[in-house]
């Protein structure tokens, strides 16, 4: 049974840091194929996607944010990390990760999400 | 960055159709994409409902009803999402998404109400 869970600050204060961890369990991020991506969604708005890391360490971001963030791995804890620098208010959202299925680009199983607020 | 470009909102009543558009820039051919195609009700994360690349390929998410298909039409560099039998609980807001050039884009969402 494949879950995801996302965990971090719930309110992070404008030009911060901010962490994110993706804990997951059912497969390993050291099975080649496996990827894991975080993906975003403000209030009321579009899914935004941000950044995917792969089992043999590949990494891909959106070139919108890339110099904002850096994505990691730790395989003996099977868990992701998310980090966003100099963030603003309008980085309110919820916070995805999810896994990429084993066959296709998609992400097949998703966490539930954590709200972060950008606030001071 | 490209974009997806989604009608925001649709709506039709129980048991018709519902025939949701996703347009690709021009930059980015419909056919050699797969599209993606993801719903997601309040408070939730999205859900994976199908991908369509050609009628012989494409694959329908776990559990999904044969109800929900997807098509393309190139002449309008289009994805396209068909959800038949409309019922209430197919309610939701609707993503389409590619994987082009290393990136993930996804569109801007359609809401579809159902009457």
């Known amino acids: 049974q494949v879950t995801l869970r996302e965990s971090g600050p719930a309110l992070v204060k404008p030009t911060q840091t901010l962490t994110l961890t993706c804990t997951f369990s059912g497969f390993s991020l050291s099975t080649r194929g496996m990827c894991v991506g975080w993906i975003r969604q403000p209030p009321g708005k579009a899914l935004e996607w941000l950044a995917r890391?792969?089992?043999?360490?590949?990494?891909y971001y959106n070139r919108s944010l890339k110099t904002r963030l850096t994505i990691s791995k730790d395989t003996s804890k099977n868990q992701v990390v998310l980090t966003m620098t100099n963030v603003d208010p309008v980085d309110t959202a919820t916070y995805y990760c999810a896994r990429k299925a084993k066959v296709g680009a998609h992400f097949d199983f998703w966490g539930q999400g954590t709200l972060v607020t950008v606030s001071s | 960055q490209p974009v997806l470009t989604q009608p925001p909102s649709s709506s039709a009543s129980p048991g018709e159709s519902a025939r949701l558009t996703c347009t690709l820039p021009s930059d980015i051919n419909v056919g050699g994409y797969n599209i993606y195609w993801y719903q997601q009700k309040p408070g939730s994360p999205p859900r994976f409902l199908l991908y369509y690349y050609s009628d012989s390929d494409k694959g329908q998410g776990s559990g999904v009803p044969s109800r929900f298909s997807g098509s393309t039409d190139a002449s309008a560099n289009t994805g396209i999402l068909h959800i038949s039998g409309l019922q209430s609980e197919d309610e939701a807001d609707y993503y389409c998404m590619i994987w082009a050039r290393n990136t993930y884009v996804f569109g801007s969402g359609t809401k579809v109400t159902v009457l």
């Open positions: 890391i792969d089992w043999d360490d590949d990494k």
